[in-house]
DNA sequence: CAGGATCCTTGAGGATACTG
DNA sequence: CAGTATCCTCAAGGATCCTG
């Protein structure tokens, strides 16, 4: 397995870093409460308290661990007011909005194949 | 809690039914294994074991769970030659085919700002 | 070959309490 | 209010074995 290394040249080396980094990537986004965070956030700027009542069922924790996540992946900016009591903002990035996107499409997505799904749960019911 | 039910009219019940049907296919289908089978389906017709191989880390608990999940919902269909050894493919349908233009687009997000990403990363690290 | 069934382990994720 | 830390539970998910 080591030897593994020494087979392709440097560029197939980066090529293969970029993918490993890109699965990362998409393993760190491709999950529900980060895409729910997401496509509540929009356009706006949220408080962490109005985004635990908008992300309907997420846990204290999850958007927490959801947010970090998506802070260190430069999706979101977090903003501290150093007020007390504490007020923290979070709003959507560049990258963040332009993946907000697809999220957009994958909604309406669901909501045009709502009809077809349910029929075919009914089928497979069976 | 009960009583709930007696509020708003038989419209709005419609309407939460349906949000909670379009929410459920969302946490159902915005999961890491869910789109990368999708993608890699693509316009292909592929084996249960091509596709084990295709999408690289997953097992076979979770390819067969997740094929079962996706066909459900019809977003593949499940077409069995009974041969023997048999023999099962697996395609996308056409409501399937529409989501995967969506993680295309996903993906195509993941490549374009992984150099952004990167940095954010390398700066969060501190 | 496809895939169910079973067992077993790990960690996701909830509840709670504490701090700045 | 926002966030961390701790504990605890249950289920996601891997490994393995068995069948048509």
Chains 1, 2 share one sequence.
Not at 38 to 54: K, M, N, P, V
């Amino acid at each position: 397995m080591v030897t593994k290394q020494f087979k392709g040249s440097p560029a197939d080396a980066d090529l293969r870093r970029a993918d490993s980094l890109a699965r990362e990537i998409f393993s760190d986004v491709a999950n529900k409460w980060a895409l729910l965070i997401i496509e509540a956030l929009g356009e706006r700027t949220l408080r962490f308290s109005e985004l635990r009542d908008e992300v309907e069922g997420v846990s204290h924790k999850m958007l927490t661990q959801n947010l970090r996540m998506l802070e260190r992946n430069g999706l979101v900016e977090r903003k501290v007011h150093p007020t007390v009591p504490p007020r923290v903002e979070y709003t959507l990035t560049e990258p963040g909005r332009a993946l907000r996107e697809t999220v957009d499409t994958m909604c309406d997505w669901t909501h045009r194949y709502l009809g077809h799904i349910e029929a075919s749960r009914r089928r497979f019911g069976a």
